[in-house]
């Protein structure tokens, strides 16, 4: 059974940046999702074994997915942080598993 752990949250004023970190299998497609209040859980962006990523429209241009195969280490790099990117951010596998961890949580606020 995998269990993801993404960690690296926190609370950031708009404008902010932060890195969140999620330790990940390295031969497969990976993805990092989120759930704001209230709302469903959606994709935030993936990236595949070779690296390549795809993006979500809300977010292409500010974050920034990469993965460290050696390492086993997946990461988003979020700039220009915005109110509305406040949510629990989760990394799966892409498609997604069942199991999603506990996420880490994203707060911009000023």
């Known amino acids: 059974q995998v269990h993801f752990v993404a960690s690296g949250g926190g609370l950031v004023q708009p404008g902010g940046p932060l890195r969140l970190s999620c330790a990940a299998s390295g031969t497969i497609a990976m993805g990092w999702y989120r759930q704001p209040p209230g709302k469903q859980r959606e994709l935030v962006a993936r990236i595949d074994s070779d690296g390549n990523p795809v993006y979500a429209s809300f977010v292409r241009g500010r974050f920034t997915i990469s993965r460290d195969n050696v390492k086993s280490l997946m990461y988003l790099q979020m700039n220009s942080l915005k109110p509305e990117d406040t949510a629990l951010y989760y990394c799966?596998?892409?498609?997604?598993?069942?199991?999603w961890g506990q996420g880490t949580q994203v707060t911009v606020s000023s």
């Open positions: 799966n596998f892409y498609p997604p598993g069942r199991n």
